[in-house]
């Protein structure tokens, strides 16, 4: 059974670890294990150059920029009352519209749901059939795991 | 199986597209008559209401990346990492929604459809918020994102969560009041939205089924 915690790059690192040291400075585990021999062995572990590596994702990302999102906005919020105000419409009628929306799908349901009911019964299993298909396809689409952190 | 999705994929996104583009395209090319006064009065109330709803949905965005910034910044680097998978899975997850409704509207007259079919309902709406906010995170990034340690440190302003999600607002904002293009584009970001958010299962990383091992002791 493959261990999955040794991937290409670390069997590679310890098939030949001078052709591959740049390998160390990705993965965390090879770099502690090369660190602890070095130890053993009485001899100082390269030195990792921090500004080499990729910039994280998390670099940075705590920074709130407080002028930028108000100043955005400010600038969305005052085109949208003008462009409302120009057409002549108040707040409200964008949330009507909003449900009018809203109304158009729930009467798309309602005749999908009409039509599912007056059709054949051949019709209505073949429907279950795609149903349970394409949920059958989501519960495999959503057993991958995600791999945006190791990209 | 992984030729079956390869197979599969590609053949998802042309069907999607073509779809797409029947339900998009104009009712009537043909015509090419001058725009009238109620037209362009038409015109503008769409617009209005466009940039209404890009106001509520900039709010929404700030305050969701306020509340849970590191859960849509892990879902917009899934999306980056693997982009097809997202936009598959937002398909499939687009027709579940769909066929899911109509069964559970099916199941109305029995009584169970009613909280069945709100409780669907509150789902896909959670799931499209969460997933279109870490869309806007995703398209900041990618055009305003800081490429390197000296780029990200020169910088005062165009910096963190909040920056990158106000900047894709913006440009999927200005996208969006491009007539024809702009709900296709809007509506292609809403499918990589949902199944971003299902990958991820809202940024939590978490898987959504246990999986099933046998005690080796």
Known sequence: ?151 | MRRMLRLFLPLTIAAASLVTAMIAAPPDPGTHAPLTVGDATALLQKTAVIAALLAVWMLAAVALTLMSGREIRYSSLEMRASALHCFALGLVAVTSFALTAIVFSYLIPYYVGVPLLFALGVFAILTKIYGTVAVFHAVGTLVAGSRTREQLARRHWLRGDLAMVVVGVAVLGALRLIPIVGPIIWGFASVFGIGTALATKFGRREPWFLAWRASLS
């Open chain 1, 1 to 151: 059974m493959k261990d999955s915690s040794v991937d290409d790059g670390c069997q590679r690192y310890l098939e030949d670890p001078e052709a591959n040291a740049a390998h160390l400075q990705t993965c965390a585990k090879c770099r502690a294990e090369a660190a602890g021999l070095a130890e053993k062995a009485g001899a100082e572990p390269a030195p990792i150059d921090l500004d080499a590596l990729p910039l994280a994702p998390w670099e940075g990302s705590s920074h709130r920029s407080w002028g930028l999102v108000l100043g955005g906005a400010v600038v969305v919020v005052a085109i949208a009352l003008a462009l409302c105000d120009a057409a002549g419409m108040s707040p409200l009628h964008v949330a009507e519209s909003s449900l009018t929306s809203m109304e158009g799908i729930r009467n798309l349901l309602n005749r999908a749901t009409t039509s599912l009911r007056a059709a054949s019964i051949g019709m209505q299993i073949a429907f279950g059939a795609v149903f349970l298909v394409v949920n059958a396809l989501l519960v495999f689409l959503l057993r991958r795991a995600p791999r945006g952190m190791d990209a």
